[in-house]
């Protein structure tokens, strides 16, 4: 009877104790999207569209991304909303949708040094805080430079502060304001 009960209690300890053991080649849960591509929608007072794009189908270290110069008027105010996408799949995958429904981890924020440039965020995520995906570009004058979006993802951090979290994408564009 004693053997019985210390057999049903190692049994019990060592069924508790084993973690089942990751298969080999099998995607963590939370894995991270591929990102290959950024596009940029522009839109003016006027509903005029207009649509540059950063691209890097094969990914880092392959060939260079192609990358659109962002080419909008001077003294003229812009809506802009972000596409990201993954186009190494078929049919191509859009990552914009789960950075929306996931928006209180993501923070998209842009860095510029053009005195000619305004940025304002326009959305917001559940909780209140900037998330990106659509901004206000107001341009105060002619101007050459460069624009850097940052995709940052920030699961259960996320305060607005740009330097918290793991970069998602980084993506730089030159710009022309005439």
Not at 2 to 21: D, G, V, Y
Not at 40 to 57: E, N, V
Not at 115 to 132: E, M, R
Request: glycine share 6%; aromatic share 8%.
């Amino acid at each position: 009877m004693k053997q019985l009960f210390f057999t049903t209690i190692t049994m019990s300890l060592m069924l508790l104790a084993c973690e089942k053991a990751p298969k080999p080649n099998q995607a963590p849960n939370n894995e991270t999207e591929l990102i290959t591509t950024v596009v940029l929608h522009f839109k003016d007072s006027l509903m005029s569209t207009q649509t540059f794009r950063w691209s890097d189908i094969d990914g880092p270290g392959g060939q260079d991304p192609l990358i659109d110069t962002i080419k909008l008027k001077a003294l003229n105010t812009y809506d802009l909303s972000l596409d990201f996408l993954d186009e190494s799949k078929n049919p191509t995958d859009t990552i914009t949708r789960e950075i929306e429904a996931e928006g209180t981890n993501h923070l998209i924020y842009f860095e510029s040094v053009m005195s000619q440039l305004f940025i304002q965020t326009k959305d917001k995520d559940a909780n209140g805080l900037a998330l990106g995906l659509m901004s206000n570009w107001q341009i105060l004058g002619p101007g050459i430079g460069k624009v850097r979006i940052v995709l940052k993802h920030q699961v259960g951090i996320k305060n607005g502060d740009p330097n918290l979290g793991e970069t998602d994408t980084e993506v730089e564009f030159p710009v022309r304001f005439y």
